[in-house]
């Protein structure tokens, strides 16, 4: 590509699987900026980075993937930023397919992988139940929401850094920021490797924060998408119990009232949300 490209790999306790993955970015001849954030490790990370040639960035403890990701971001000089997990499951060799993409007009190129290299058939269901959530949410299907492996255009990215949680739902925010903004999104499928070491993902804790991050970001960037149908299910709530206590009373009860109530009034949230939504796509048009 004729951008400067830059690699953006945050590593916790990865000394071990470093040497490798650097040595083999540097045999892709990519004439890349390779920047590793160290987020607080407790080995030879940062050491072991910077003896493989990589611009090293420290965190001082431990502040999340996603904070890796932001740092990493706000240091690259390149107009291309590639990111990528530091624990050998995405492979160097892939990255040239997200950058054809980038060169066919997309924004955003997600590895996508496979459903049989997601680690564990629990894991693949979850991933499963994410997608579909977040392709309701956002209107365009989605392959794989939590992928970490992507290349994007560093001056649309940068634009949703301040909605990037610290955690490990960076892939999410991003990837839902980018299709309610109108930024295309493509998706490469890739084979994703074996991860060496342990996982720092909690399944249960993460997975809960995964579910309400997809709630927050579709409600923030297309709120009657969220608000619409939990308008409608109210109002048909409220109307069948009316229905059933007329039908068997014959009469019209406080609950009923309440619930029809309710359900206007959620509407008229969605509606005013939708109005401040309409800032966030004015920030995403600036200096497009």
């Known amino acids: 590509m004729s951008h400067k490209l830059s690699i953006i790999i945050p590593a916790k306790n990865e000394a071990k699987n470093l040497p490798e993955l650097l040595a083999d970015i540097g045999l892709q001849n990519l004439a890349a900026e390779i920047i590793v954030v160290d987020d607080g490790s407790t080995d030879t990370t ?6 493989s040639g990589a611009k090293v960035i420290s965190h001082p403890y431990s502040q999340g993937n996603g904070a890796a990701i932001k740092t990493g971001a706000r240091n690259a000089n390149g107009e291309i930023l590639v990111f990528m997990d530091a624990d050998g499951q995405h492979k160097p060799g892939d ?3 997200l950058l054809d ?3 066919h007009g ?9 459903a049989n290299t997601h680690a564990g058939l629990f894991r693949r269901i979850a991933n499963s139940f994410y ?5 309701m949410m956002t209107g365009h299907k989605i392959e794989d929401l939590t992928s970490g ?10 634009k949703f850094l301040y909605l990037l949680p610290n955690g490990f739902s960076y892939p999410t925010t991003s990837t839902m920021a980018f299709f309610r903004s109108g930024f295309p999104v493509a998706y490469v499928p890739i084979k994703a490797g074996k991860r060496e070491g342990k996982s720092h993902i909690k399944i249960i ?3 809960i924060r995964f579910f309400i991050i997809i709630l927050k970001v579709g409600a923030l960037f297309s709120p009657m998408r969220l608000f619409l149908p939990v308008s409608g299910a109210v109002f048909v709530t409220g109307i069948s119990y009316y229905a059933y206590t007329f039908i068997h009373f014959g009469r019209f009860t406080n609950m009923s009232a309440v619930l029809i109530l309710a359900s206007l009034l959620i509407f008229l949230i969605g509606i005013l949300s939708e109005q401040i939504s309409s800032l966030h796509y004015k920030h995403s048009d600036d200096n497009r």
């Open 106 to 114: 997309y924004d955003m190129a997600i590895g996508a992988r496979k």
């Open 46 to 51: 940062a050491a072991v980075a910077i003896a």
């Open 101 to 103: 993409k980038l060169n």
């Open 131 to 135: 997608n579909h959530l977040a392709s």
């Open 95 to 97: 990255i040239a397919k």
């Open 205 to 207: 804790k993460d997975g």
């Open 149 to 158: 492996f992507r290349a994007v255009r560093a001056n649309k990215f940068k």
